[in-house]
């Protein structure tokens, strides 16, 4: 098929439909006979899709939005991750760049690849920093001052996990209330991260703040209550050990 050919039919029969939805499924099933394009040509007529989109000044963020999550999603199913992550790149630092709903996704596929390579995790993460920076909501900027903390930690870099981790914490409180678990999840984070940089003086009472709540609010048996309560009686002991230099991690 010749690939302009079908990629203007595409533009021309999507302006005749209303439905989002509809309107880009034209550039991924033939009109003609209605089966899906495949291999090599699906690739190139998704990225047809979003030159169309990201050219056209008539076309709202939201469906160029929505357009792009389409084209990344059948290069992924087509193994061109390579192809979809440029893309995902060029819309963010793009008009896509302070859609919370994209950085929210994008958080979500570093933190997807963490368990295989927390390198490649940490770096799709720190490609987000100047886009975070931008980002007006707070939820999003917390799980990724989060998600920050909680993968320099799994690499062993905990100096540089623990004002991730400090920020994660006042986010928390101011979005989600202080008695949250989100906000205690993040509390006792930062407790532990302090505690491995030798500094017990200022994890400790952030981890006795974390048990008391949790008991008053889910109550003693709760496993949240019953974790902080071990990490506490652990770090007793490696104080008593070593009070000069008692950092330990869990």
Request: charged letters at 30%; glycine letters at 4%; proline letters at 4%.
């Amino acid at each position: 098929a010749h690939v302009d050919c079908l990629a203007e039919m595409a533009a021309r029969n999507e302006l005749t439909t209303v439905d989002g939805g509809r309107r880009l499924s034209r550039w991924i099933i033939c009109a003609t006979c209605h089966q899906q394009y495949t291999d090599a040509l699906q690739v190139e007529m998704v990225r047809r899709l979003w030159r169309q989109y990201r050219d056209n000044p008539d076309v709202s963020d939201e469906e160029k939005r929505r357009a792009l999550t389409t084209v990344a999603e059948h290069l992924r199913i087509k193994d061109e991750n390579d192809a979809a992550d440029r893309l995902n790149e060029a819309a963010l630092r793009g008009l896509c760049r302070d859609d919370p709903i994209v950085l929210k996704s994008e958080i979500g596929r570093a933190i997807s690849v963490k368990g295989t390579d927390p390198d490649a995790a940490l770096e799709m993460l720190t490609r987000l920093r100047p886009m975070m920076a931008q980002c007006r909501d707070r939820a999003v900027r917390e799980e990724y001052a989060e998600k920050m903390a909680w993968v320099l930690a799994s690499l062993r870099r905990h100096q540089e996990a623990e004002p991730f981790a400090a920020e994660s914490v006042e986010l928390a409180r101011a979005e989600y209330g202080p008695e949250s678990t989100m906000a205690l999840c993040n509390m006792y984070m930062h407790g532990v991260l302090l505690f491995g940089l030798s500094r017990a003086d200022e994890g400790m009472p952030i981890l006795k703040r974390v048990l008391a709540t949790q008991t008053r609010v889910l109550g003693a048996d709760h496993p949240s209550t019953r974790r902080t309560k071990e990490t506490i009686n652990r770090f007793v002991v490696a104080i008593k050990k070593s009070p000069e230099e008692p950092g330990v991690m869990l």
